[in-house]
């Protein structure tokens, strides 16, 4: 780096004081001088690819096929899902998988295949290995949907971690999504995306990546089918995409490519086959069932960074109540904490903080309180002595603890890969207890050092515990919040066993659904920020991670009235609703932007609470089956190109179809419609798909749709749940699912199925059971009959 390279970080570090930005370049020399004590340069590597095959060894699932330098095992799951790995790699040790190792298919079956390879061939998947280590995924019918070539390693020669390198062909017509959560999205157009969970350190919008988290699985979906695919290492690597084209160069299909090149970690990777809903069924079975938040957490949030006191807070509380605002749950910033140290309270600025929460809580209002791994590293900082006296801290390569700069100062970190540490850490969200919070909201964990040049990051030479195998944070990086999330989730439930914990996390990793969500971090407030949000959620969804959502309005800058507006009825429909800024940013209560906005924003709260029914039905189901609230327009019909290509909108579970406005000026906007018939859900205009329509978008509200013959949950006038049916076409029928509310514990409630019928012009209702239907147990309100 330069001189300007150098003056501009400093700048860009935030506190805006020169002992700060000093200690930054510190850090930034000190993390060099570890790593390059720890980690000396690669020197001269070895290359080497699979070779010929020479025999092949059946086993459950699937079996060992040896070549003349390296063996794969290929396993074919009870689920469907395939598993191979080089080298003779397993599928454990592993962050992302959840509970038991996954069943063989006693069913699936190794034998010979044509030119000397052989295939694995199963139920819903054929597995076909080629002489020379390519690795082909066929439908049962026998459609390639992909074909991994012979991978190849690069060995130095005086060991270490091997790099690799796995390229792969999809089909022609094949589009890209996924690789966690992507700012340009939430299709992935041609580039290279990197895998290493990153801190931008200023607001971002589309063209920025990575970003906070990344994850090494791809949706690919094409006419055939869809298909997921995980390669499981959590090294820094790079995904480089490119579509393919139908028709390209003389008449021929040029097919879709994929390169993935990773610094290390085992050559491994699951692929699940199917329906974008049997596929992310798949995912959740192998990965753990997403964690169910409760109810309060699928309404309405406010945060800011620089409440500054209880008075403040207060202040916002009261305009929320005095506008007829509904809110469900308020969170404080860095700025409670007492000099920015995690776990304390600033005394001063919230001196009843426990008698404040209770008081929020009778009002029907959370507080949810933000959780930073980085200690501040000072004897007498009652965390930092009772981590040093358990030895909780990473360290370096020869033994001292790693020593950052956060916002409390120089500060050190937990090494969370380690049981014990967590256990430890877990057992701190006591002292949050007891001050009244009721959720957690985990930030600044890739981990986030200050630094003036370089990566502002842990020395990659770091040691970390890894579960016992030992390593360093080239390895333990990505999985570092993962972990965090598991440890606060698991204190929690220790701490409160009859309530379900509330954690969402600003990084993470496959697997991350299990102890809770994430938000967008710090997007750029702006109309480019705006279409980042809707992107972010999508992506994010279609990983296996359904509960997220943005900073409403962006995290810096003032939006205008119109954009925030905007942002906050796309909020209102995402499953994490929340309005949050900087502390140099304008303000986000919606009393701020005039009376018109006020009006309008109102609209939308109360909107999002008369949908509550609806999102914990949506949540309880996300639990089930692994499907995301926030789908794609194509969810449920993944060989329409037309859908495939749309990212201006989406479907709300599968009744509702929102479609933001992104643009700025727009009072109407055209929506691509799925097959079948939608209505309005203002006017109860009724338009037949697949069509491309325009609507009415004025300032007042967002283009609605609901499927003709849907059955949502609903809060009813009295407060009560009450079923809203939409409708079906003449000659048609309808149906949805309902999860009553069963509380904030542990309750597994049941599934009511509900079908609608047109009968003239009549909408009948009922309830299917064991015994036959049944009368509706509330109720019922029909729309759409004119």
């Not at 304008?586 to 005039?594: A, D, I, T």
Request: aromatic letters at 8%; glycine letters at 14%.
């Amino acid at each position: 780096m330069d001189g300007r390279d150098l003056v501009g970080s400093m700048g860009g570090v935030g506190s805006g004081r020169a002992a700060q930005r000093l200690r930054t370049v510190r850090a930034a020399w000190r993390r060099r001088r570890i790593d390059a004590a720890a980690l000396p340069p690669r020197g001269a590597e070895r290359a080497r690819v699979p070779g010929q095959v020479r025999d092949a060894e059946p086993g459950p699932g699937g079996g060992l096929i040896r070549f003349d330098r390296s063996e794969l095992r290929i396993t074919v799951t009870v689920s469907g899902a395939v598993f191979w790995g080089w080298d003779g790699a397993g599928p454990e040790p592993s962050y992302a998988l959840a509970g038991d190792r996954p069943e063989p298919d006693p069913r699936a079956v190794l034998e010979p295949d044509k030119d000397g390879g052989w295939r694995v061939v199963a139920e819903r998947v054929t597995v076909a290995v080629s002489r020379h280590g390519a690795v082909e995924v066929r439908t049962p019918g026998g459609v390639m949907l992909r074909r991994d070539l012979p991978p190849r390693w690069w060995e130095p020669v005086g060991g270490g971690a091997a790099r690799w390198m796995q390229r792969s062909e999809v089909a022609a017509d094949a589009r890209f999504f996924g690789l966690g959560g992507r700012a340009s999205g939430p299709r992935l157009r041609n580039g290279r995306y990197r895998l290493w969970n990153t801190d931008p350190s200023q607001a971002f919008g589309p063209g920025d990546d990575p970003l906070y988290l990344t994850m090494p699985v791809q949706l690919v979906v094409a006419d055939a089918a869809a298909h997921l695919v995980f390669h499981d290492t959590s090294w820094d690597g790079t995904v480089t995409l490119r579509e393919g084209e139908e028709g390209a160069g003389s008449g021929h299909d040029r097919t879709g490519r994929c390169e993935v090149r990773m610094d290390g970690g085992p050559l491994r990777c699951w692929v699940m086959v199917g329906t974008p809903a049997r596929v992310l069924h798949a995912w959740a079975s192998l990965t753990g069932a997403p964690a169910v938040p409760p109810a309060w957490a699928l309404g309405h949030h406010h945060a800011r960074w620089g409440f500054g006191s209880e008075q403040e807070v207060r202040r916002i509380v009261a305009g929320y109540q005095e506008h007829g605002l509904p809110l469900d749950a308020v969170h404080l910033d860095i700025d409670h904490y007492d000099d920015h140290q995690v776990f304390t309270v600033d005394r001063e600025r919230f001196p009843k903080l426990a008698v404040f929460a209770e008081e929020l809580r009778r009002d029907g209002i959370r507080l949810v309180s933000i959780v930073d791994p980085a200690v501040k590293a000072a004897p007498g900082n009652a965390v930092y002595d009772s981590g040093s006296a358990v030895d909780a801290f990473v360290r370096d390569a020869s033994g001292r603890t790693v020593r950052g700069e956060v916002w409390a100062g120089e500060s050190v970190f937990p090494d969370f890969t380690d049981a014990r540490v967590r256990e430890w850490w877990g057992g701190l969200y006591q002292e949050r207890l007891e001050q009244g919070f009721a959720g957690f909201w985990h930030d600044m964990n890739e981990p986030t050092s200050f630094s003036a040049f370089g990566e502002g990051t842990l020395p990659r030479s770091a040691r970390h515990v890894l579960e016992g195998r030992g390593g360093d944070h080239r390895e333990a990086h990505n999985v570092y919040a993962l972990c965090m999330a598991r440890a606060g989730y698991e204190g929690l439930r220790g701490l409160s066993p009859e309530e379900r914990p509330f954690v969402f996390s600003r990084s993470g990793w496959a697997g991350m659904q299990r102890y809770g969500g994430t938000w967008s971090g710090d997007v750029a407030t702006g109309w480019p920020g705006l279409r980042a949000s809707l992107s972010l959620v999508l992506g994010l969804g279609l990983c296996g991670v359904p509960y997220s959502g943005p900073d409403v309005g962006g995290f810096d800058g003032s939006p205008s009235p119109e954009m925030y507006l905007r942002w906050f009825q796309l909020g209102a429909y995402l499953p994490l609703f929340r309005t949050h800024a900087s502390l140099r940013a304008g303000r986000r209560e919606p009393w701020e932007f005039g009376p018109q906005v006020l009006e309008h924003a109102r609209v939308s709260l109360r909107e999002r609470r008369r949908l509550l029914p609806y999102f914990v039905t949506l949540a309880h189901l996300a639990r089930r089956t692994g499907a995301p609230y926030v789908r794609p327009l194509w969810w449920g019909a993944p060989e329409d190109r037309a859908l495939r290509d749309c990212e201006d909108a989406f479907l709300l579970g599968d009744a509702l179809l929102v479609a933001p406005v992104l643009d700025p000026g727009a009072d109407r906007r055209t929506v691509q419609l799925p097959r079948g018939r939608w209505y309005d859900t203002v006017t109860e205009q009724a338009y037949e798909g697949p069509a491309q329509v325009l609507v009415d978008a004025p300032l007042s509200r967002i283009p609605v749709l609901a499927r003709a013959g849907a059955v949502i949950p609903v809060r009813g006038t009295d407060g009560g749940l009450e079923l809203e049916v939409w409708a079906p076409a003449r000659g048609r029928t309808g149906g949805g699912l309902v999860v009553p509310d069963p509380g904030d514990g542990w309750d597994e409630p049941e599934v009511e199925r509900y079908v609608a019928r047109r009968q003239g012009r009549q909408v009948v209702v009922t309830r299917a059971g064991k015994d036959g239907a049944a009368e509706p147990s509330c109720p019922v309100r029909v729309r759409g009959l004119g």
